[in-house]
C-alpha cells in the first residue's frame, strides 16, 4: 500500500486522531452509532451558530450534545413523559446540577449522614462558602424528618 502524502508528513500522534480513511457513504444501523468529540466541524463561520440551543440549531460544542447523547437524551424523554432531558457525565455533576438549580444564599439543606463523600464534600465546602445552610441527619429518622424541615428548606436528599 502506498502512503498518501498527508500520511507521510503527519506525526503518528497526528494521524492517530486524524486519520484519512472515510466511512463509505449508506451505512444504515438500527442501533444509534458512538460519536465521540468535543469539536465540532462546520464548512465556514458563517454556519456556526453562537445560540446554544442544539435542539432547535443542530450541534454547536461537543459538549452540549452528539448525535449518541441527543439520541438518549431523547429515549429518556420519550420514556419518562418528559419535555427535555439534560444528561450530565456522572451522578456527582448530577447532584451539583440540582443544588445548583434549587438553592442560593440563605436557603437551608438536608441530607443523610450517610452521604456518598463527594456529595458531603461538596455540601461542606462549596454550598456552605454560597451561604447554603447544611444539615445531616439520620438517615432512618423516617416521619421524624418533619423536626428537621425549617421554612427555609429548599431541598431534602434521601
Known amino acids: 500500500m502506498i502512503k ?3 500520511a507521510m508528513t503527519k506525526d503518528w500522534k497526528t494521524r492517530l486522531i486524524h486519520t ?3 466511512v463509505p457513504e449508506g451505512f444504515r444501523s438500527l442501533a444509534t452509532p458512538t460519536y465521540r468529540g468535543s469539536t465540532v466541524l462546520f464548512p465556514d463561520a458563517a454556519s456556526v451558530n453562537d445560540t446554544w440551543n442544539q435542539y432547535d440549531h443542530g450541534y454547536t460544542y461537543g459538549l452540549y450534545g452528539t448525535p449518541t447523547a441527543l439520541d438518549l437524551a431523547g429515549r429518556i424523554c420519550e420514556l419518562e413523559g418528559g419535555y427535555r432531558t439534560l444528561l450530565a457525565p456522572g451522578g456527582q455533576a ?3 446540577l ?3 438549580a434549587f438553592l442560593k444564599a440563605g436557603d437551608h ?3 443523610p449522614q450517610s452521604v456518598y463523600t463527594p456529595n458531603r464534600y461538596f455540601a461542606n465546602q462549596v454550598l456552605r462558602r454560597f451561604g447554603v445552610e447544611v444539615t445531616y441527619y439520620p438517615p432512618d429518622l423516617g416521619r421524624g424528618i418533619a423536626s428537621v424541615l425549617r421554612d427555609n428548606t429548599r431541598l431534602v436528599w434521601c
Open 20 to 22: 484519512d480513511a472515510r
Open 94 to 96: 448530577a447532584i451539583s
Open 109 to 111: 439543606i438536608l441530607v
Open 98 to 100: 440540582i443544588d445548583f
Open 4 to 6: 498518501s502524502f498527508s
